[in-house]
């Protein structure tokens, strides 16, 4: 036995008591955690199913929002419904699975039309050239579609978008070859888009949260604006400013 080959043991022996040790070590608070793995951004509750007292299948929740009878609203003395009992405006949820582009890129679309009247939300993706836009106004279109055949809507342009949500949809696992032996492995995403139509006109202020710097609402506000702060346009002026005004220490 030659000295290279004493060598090259007594360094195979050194890894496998390195990775003996490693595997003993004792650190306080996670010794008896197990591994729960990373986190793979996805919703427990979007794979959820149950079964739909409609066509007696398994259906996922969302698409069940639309199968939801309310009460009706007891009539008053007078004979009219008072303004707390106002008609509540139907609701359509739509869902479109395994759609063939980038997660990210469809979220920065879909982000951008929350809020908006179905009119103006194929306004503002006609000026979008990328294929998230396209995929939009074909999801928009059927979802316009099953409001009126199935919620029975009366007019279709008088819609706007509640919610859109757009999550990781199905994974397909692959493998890919590097140089000489190194093997790795990967997996190609599906996006899922979720969107929620609304009965009536988009509300003046749509996420007024997002401004509390400038302006804190309270839960009856009303849509124009509090009183001593201004209209919307006020509001996101003085954003604009404050945003303007920043400035880079050390600049030249």
Known sequence: MNLQTLSVRNQLGRIFCFLHVRKKCFIPGIQHQPFRGFAKGTSRDQDMTMTSRLTGKKTKLWELYNEVIYPPSEPTNEGFVEKSQQLRPAEITYTKDNILYSQKKLWLLAFMIRGLS???????LGF???????????????????????QDV???????????????????P???????????????????????????????????????????????CPAGGASGWGTADDILDIQIRKLRRRRIPGEL
Not at 118 to 124: K, L, N, R, Y
Not at 195 to 220: F, K, Q
């Open 154 to 172: 009366e007019f279709c342009t008088d819609l706007w978008i509640e919610k859109t949500l757009v999550l990781r949809g199905l994974a397909v």
């Open 118 to 124: 179905v009119d103006e939300a194929f306004q503002q």
């Open 128 to 150: 979008r050239p990328e294929k998230g836009a396209r995929i939009l106004e074909n999801a928009l279109e059927a979802a316009i579609e099953k409001a009126v055949v199935e």
């Open 174 to 220: 692959r493998i890919h070859k590097g140089l000489r032996t190194n093997i790795s492995t990967s997996n190609y995403h599906y996006a899922r888009l979720m969107l929620r139509l609304r009965e009536g006109r988009p509300p003046v202020l749509y996420h007024p949260y997002r401004i509390r710097s400038s302006w804190h609402p309270e839960p009856n």
